[in-house]
Nanobody
Framework: QLVESGGGLVQAGGSLRLTCTTSDLTLSKYDMAWYRQTPGKGREFVASITWSDHTTYAESVKGRFTISRGDAYRIMYLEMNSLQPEDTAVYYC????????????WGQGTQVTVSS
């Protein structure tokens, strides 16, 4: 139901924009988030945006990443600037209905690789 795109290989200091889309949901009452995972580590929170557009960021990405929604409520973005090698991970988008506590909808992930 959620599909990520926009990952790739970029040099340190570069930028990428990730996109999360859905074709069968209208996400206007959904909280959404980006997580990332590297081999041997658990899934790490990156950023979230509530159904009312309140945003939260992990300290490690604050000031460099921006989460936002598209106007049609079927798309979410993660603008990533000043990328560093430690940002290398598989990035996942997630969604949940705003009344539910845990994210229960996940995409398949998109690889982001930052070379030094």
């Amino acid at each position: 139901q959620l599909v990520e795109s926009g990952g790739g290989l970029v040099q340190a200091g570069g930028s990428l924009r990730l996109t999360c889309t859905t074709s069968d949901l209208t996400l206007s009452k959904y909280d959404m988030a980006w997580y990332r995972q590297t081999p041997g580590k658990g899934r790490e929170f990156v950023a979230s945006i509530t159904w009312s557009d309140h945003t939260t960021y992990a300290e490690s990405v604050k000031g460099r990443f921006t989460i936002s929604r598209g106007d049609a409520y079927r798309i979410m973005y993660l603008e990533m600037n000043s990328l560093q090698p430690e940002d290398t991970a598989v990035y996942y988008c997630a969604a949940k209905y705003f009344l539910i506590g845990q994210f229960d909808l996940w995409g398949q992930g998109t690889q982001v690789t930052v070379s030094s």
